[in-house]
């Protein structure tokens, strides 16, 4: 039983490129969230997806950033025109269910570099 | 505005020590997550736990809802168990999860 998988696991973007992260929840799991965690800062909610609905985008910032989770295939978190600020690691979670008392498993992340 | 603070940000221990990081949080916060973060950056999820205790092997998590702390206990701790402790909190029938500034972990053999 696969986990959460995210990739690429790490990626390397010049200034003004696009970033594309995917995230494929557990088998099971139709309820996908995404999280950023800067360097030497905790991580903080981006956005909650369910499939073909975006749920709650209040942590996610309002320009350059978006993100979708299709009937077929992964979650992508897109970043369009990446400034050096974007530099950090974006981690994915997904749950059966919602709710607060859910346990949410986490993928690996990617590590998002801008040059 | 939910809020997590954890203690202490930075914890070094003997092999075979009796480990506790501890977990304050605010009003509106009614379940409690930890998470491991290993050096290699992956989150792994712990325990969720809104009352009580709960143990998984050499880990420990008890909440005290009265006073708004938890605390994660590690027996007998080992090198491998050095990582970053992250504790969140979720409100009621919310998913959104409030996370403390993490606690790491170094175990010395």
């Known amino acids: 039983n696969a986990g959460v998988m995210q990739n690429p696991r790490h990626l390397v973007r010049r200034r003004g490129q696009e970033a594309r992260l995917r995230c494929s929840p557990m088998?099971?799991?139709?309820?996908v969230y995404w999280y950023r965690q800067l360097p030497e800062e905790g991580l903080k909610f981006m956005v909650y997806?369910?499939?073909?609905?975006?749920?709650?985008e209040s942590g996610m910032p309002k320009e350059r950033f978006s993100a979708e989770f299709p009937k077929e295939g992964p979650s992508i978190l897109r970043i369009q025109q990446v400034v050096r600020g974007d530099s950090a690691a974006y981690f994915c979670?997904?749950?059966?269910?919602?709710?607060?008392?859910?346990?949410?498993?986490f993928g690996p992340g990617t590590r998002l570099l801008v040059l | 505005k939910n809020e997590v603070e954890q203690s202490p940000q930075n914890l070094t221990a003997q092999e075979g020590e009796f480990i506790t990081i501890n977990c304050s949080y605010s009003?509106?916060?009614?379940?409690l997550h930890w998470l491991q973060q290993h050096p290699g950056g992956g989150i792994v999820s712990l325990f969720m736990?809104?009352?009580g205790k709960k143990k998984h092997g050499r880990l420990i998590a008890t909440i005290n809802i009265q006073e708004k702390h938890s605390s994660l206990h590690i027996t007998a701790s080992h090198p491998r168990d050095s990582a970053v402790y992250i504790c969140?909190?979720?409100?009621?029938?919310?998913?959104?999860?409030?996370f403390g500034k993490g606690t790491k972990l170094s175990v010395i053999p």
């Open positions: 997806l369910q499939k073909e609905n975006i749920i709650d």
């Open positions: 736990l809104s009352s």
């Open positions: 969140a909190g979720s409100g009621a029938g919310s998913y959104q999860l409030t």
């Open positions: 979670a997904s749950s059966p269910r919602t709710g607060g008392k859910e346990t949410q498993y």
């Open positions: 088998k099971g799991h139709s309820h």
């Open positions: 009003v509106g916060i009614s379940a």
